[in-house]
């Protein structure tokens, strides 16, 4: 049996989609499970059961300070151990990640697998599309970058979701690989002009300030996101690698229409044909 942990989360939620259309037997497990699912609670250990569980797809709990996240994926792994667990499938990150400050988390939680005596398969997922795209914000239907012109190998959320499913499906024949999973670089720009609007660029200091003043962010928050800016506006997250069209046995997905959509998306509904009006120089 296949257990995916964080089954409420997006990316969860389509690896057990995935793996139901193939017709595998699948157990989602959230913190708060739907029906057929596990109560698996990461910050409560006793609520880890992996019983009967072969292949164990584990989904990276992040949104919290270094030590939580790795304390979560640490009991987690430590459960696998105790109940038997064959293989083990961590959605990581991308090796070229590791100017974010978020890498270290996920690679602690790598070298942690690969000392635990598992079977293991390490899946290094690219930062999403959807995530690129919402990270621009709106100013009179313009669109506020702090990428500059940064690209950015950004694979989609889907595409993430299928590759996993399919390791965890055949996890005998992915055993102590780790991929690289990245999709086709695009920029700013590239948004800017397929969804027709203009740009403004942030330095890192004025996006930096944006963030501070936001209500809405955990302390850690800030760092982190000014972190992926500055990766991205110089250029440390747009090397784009064959791993992702390997394990889906197709070309993957553009993530430029993804991030473009999730960015229009945010966008005010009254600044809309504001937007369109400016881009057509109205
Ligand atoms: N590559 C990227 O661009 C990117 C971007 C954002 C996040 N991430 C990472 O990838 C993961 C999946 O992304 P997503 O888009 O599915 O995120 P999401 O929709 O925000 O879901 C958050 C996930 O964290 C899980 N979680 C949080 N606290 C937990 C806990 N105490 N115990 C167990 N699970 C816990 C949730 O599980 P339940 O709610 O089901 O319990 C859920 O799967 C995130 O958690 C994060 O670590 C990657």
Redesign the pocket.
Request: proline fraction near 0%; aromatic fraction near 10%.
């Given at each position: 049996m296949i257990l995916i942990?964080?089954?409420?989360?997006?990316?969860?939620?389509r690896i057990v989609a995935h793996l139901r259309t193939a017709g595998a037997q699948v157990v989602p497990?959230?913190?708060?499970p739907a029906e057929g699912g596990r109560r698996?609670?990461?910050?409560?250990p006793e609520t880890i059961d992996l019983t009967d569980v072969s292949t164990l797809v584990l989904?990276?709990?992040?949104?919290?300070e270094d030590d939580i996240?790795t304390q979560?994926h640490a009991s987690v792994i430590e459960a696998a151990r105790r109940h038997g667990v064959k293989h083990v499938v961590y959605?990581s990150?991308?090796g070229a990640g590791d100017h974010l400050a978020?890498a270290l988390a996920h690679r602690a939680t790598e070298r942690l697998l690969r000392d635990s005596g598992l079977s293991w398969t390490i899946l290094r997922?690219?930062?999403?599309a959807?995530?690129i795209g919402g990270l621009l914000a709106w100013e009179q239907g313009v669109l506020v970058s702090p990428f500059n012109n940064g690209r950015v190998a950004?694979p989609t959320?889907e595409d993430?979701a299928v590759a996993a499913a399919r390791v965890a499906i055949r996890a005998e024949d992915h055993v102590g690989r780790v991929y690289e999973l990245t999709g086709v670089p695009f920029s700013t720009a590239d948004i800017a002009a397929e969804l027709g609007v203009e740009v403004l660029g942030l330095s890192l200091g004025e996006y930096r300030d944006r963030l501070l003043s936001s209500p809405d962010l955990l302390p850690f928050q800030p760092p982190m996101l000014a972190g992926i800016a500055s990766s991205v506006r110089h250029d440390f997250l747009g090397q784009h690698g064959p791993d992702l069209e390997v394990l889906l046995g197709r070309t993957p997905a553009p993530g430029l229409p993804v991030a473009a959509r999730t960015a229009r998306a945010a966008l005010p509904a009254n600044r809309a044909q504001d937007g369109a009006a400016r881009s057509l120089g109205g």
């Open positions: 942990t964080g089954a409420g989360g997006q990316l969860a939620r497990g959230s913190r708060n698996l609670d990461f910050d409560l989904v990276s709990a992040g949104y919290a996240v979560r959605t990150l991308v978020f997922n690219g930062l999403y959807e995530l950004a959320r993430l």
